[in-house]
């Protein structure tokens, strides 16, 4: 399984970015599927998870303001990101996993499948 991320980039706050997240191998339907990020000199953190089932989370600090979402048919997963603030500036990682326990959904260590990162830098 390969995932690619795409659509970071510099924008200043209260700006929109979408990050796109295209998945090639296995079946993209039947994977959990989530967004996470890591700032400099800070641990990489959960930002929001849908599962095989459409069911969404997010984490506190971007609830209201991001949107998870999937297309199966284009085996792609969307992060539409509202309102950034300069504290939204990471690199995200899209990834994916066949199995997610669903109280550990929001634990990195539940997927097994990682893209590359995008960056996404918010200026204030």
């Known amino acids: 399984v390969q995932l690619q991320a795409s659509g970071g980039g510099l924008v200043q706050t209260g700006d929109s970015l979408r990050l796109s997240c295209a998945v090639s191998?296995?079946?993209?339907?039947?994977?959990?599927m989530g967004w996470f990020r890591q700032a400099p000199g800070k641990e990489r953190e959960f930002v929001a998870a849908?599962?095989?089932?459409?069911?969404?989370y997010y984490a506190d600090s971007v609830k209201g303001r991001f949107t998870i979402s999937r297309d199966n048919a284009k085996n792609t997963l969307y992060l539409q990101m509202n309102s950034l603030k300069p504290e939204d500036t990471a690199v995200y990682y899209c990834?994916?996993?066949?199995?997610?326990?669903?109280?550990?959904?929001?634990?990195?260590?539940?997927?097994?499948?990682w893209g590359q990162g995008t960056q996404v830098t918010v200026s204030s």
């Open positions: 191998g296995g079946t993209f339907s039947r994977y959990s």
């Open positions: 849908i599962r095989y089932s459409g069911h969404t």
């Open positions: 990834a994916a996993s066949s199995g997610v326990i669903l109280s550990a959904i929001r634990n990195s260590d539940q997927y097994h499948h």
